[in-house]
């Protein structure tokens, strides 16, 4: 059997319905993980969380539009009089125009605490500290925190050293499973 966690969650949250889904979905991934839930004052570890969207920011982004070729008929007249039709191909074209959007970074850090010092001497020891944070244009944190869920616990507990940029897809099945 795996170590015993007490997920904390902040009992002065602005929206305490939302803070409790979010507790409920750590508890799933660290079953996952094969940890055990357990009650406060069983537990080894307590994880603790907290969580942000951060202030809405527009940036400017290079985008290039594509004018496509296009043919245009033209009437000629001839040094004899005589009318003719001729057609013009015109090249297309790539026109580079700046374009703004609002983009927000949601952040959320995850830390694991020595559970058992804390309950003796109220000593607060952070035995591991996760964090992730991305940039997306959605500004629903409910979504959000799903893919910040699923890259922190993709190395819970590691030591990575360095911070890391993963990858992720809004089709992956293991994503997919913490919004239901």
């Known amino acids: 059997m795996g170590a015993s966690f007490c997920v904390i969650e902040n009992r002065n949250a ?21 940890y055990n839930i357990v ?8 994880l603790s969380f907290n969580y942000s969207m951060g202030q809405a920011r527009v940036v400017t982004e290079i985008v290039p539009f594509y004018n496509p070729s296009e043919t245009a008929t033209i009437q000629t007249v001839s040094s004899t009089g005589k009318s003719r039709t001729s057609y013009v191909t015109y090249s297309g074209s790539t026109t580079y125009l700046p374009q703004k959007f609002t983009v927000y970074t949601p952040t ?27 940039t997306t ?19 819970f507990g590691e030591n990575t050293r360095k911070s890391m940029t993963i990858n992720v897809s809004g089709s992956n099945p293991k994503v997919k499973d913490l919004m239901q």
């Open 14 to 34: 602005q929206n305490p319905l939302f803070e409790a889904e979010i507790k409920s979905k750590i508890e799933k991934l660290l079953r996952l993980k094969g």
């Open 39 to 46: 009650a406060y004052e069983q537990a080894e570890f307590y």
């Open 108 to 134: 959320l850090v995850l830390e694991a605490l020595d559970a058992k010092l804390l309950r003796s001497t109220k000593e607060e020891k952070k035995l591991w500290i996760g964090e992730a944070a991305y």
């Open 137 to 155: 244009s959605e500004p629903n944190l409910r979504d959000t925190v799903n893919y910040l869920l699923f890259v922190t616990f993709e190395h």
